[in-house]
Nanobody, 121 residues
Framework: QVQLVESGGGLVQPGGSLRLSCAAS????????MGWYRQAPGKERELVAA???????NYEDSVKGRFTISRDNAKNMVYLQMNSLKPEDTAVYYC???????????????WGQGTQVTVSS
């Protein structure tokens, strides 16, 4: 059993910053890719940033240069530093991780419950 819990969301003004955190806990044998997704009302969930276990990253074009994803493998955590926030960034942000719970189990995707980020003046 694995649980992902996000934190750090909130209300900020345009141009402000937030740092999201996601902690994975439970029966964790190994975690491969991790990522942050977001979903705004009426829109599909989209990948914001992803990071491999080795630290290779990918970003959605609109957040390049503003957001930074990082992870701490020893702590089973992933972070998203968001700078220069825009109203268009408003969404529920979800943490994702591909987790192997034991040597005899396959990797499977786990999701956090989401944290609201609202950018408004």
């Amino acid at each position: 059993q694995v649980q992902l819990v996000e934190s750090g969301g909130g209300l900020v003004q345009p141009g402000g910053s937030l740092r999201l955190s996601c902690a994975a806990s439970g029966n964790i044998f190994n975690i491969n890719d991790m990522g942050w997704y977001r979903q705004a009302p009426g829109k599909e969930r989209e990948l914001v940033a992803a990071i491999t276990r080795g630290g290779s990253t990918n970003y959605e074009d609109s957040v390049k240069g503003r957001f930074t994803i990082s992870r701490d493998n020893a702590k089973n955590m992933v972070y998203l530093q968001m700078n220069s926030l825009k109203p268009e960034d408003t969404a529920v942000y979800y943490c994702n991780a591909d987790v192997r719970e034991s040597a005899i189990f396959r990797y499977r995707a786990y999701w956090g419950q989401g944290t609201q980020v609202t950018v408004s003046s």
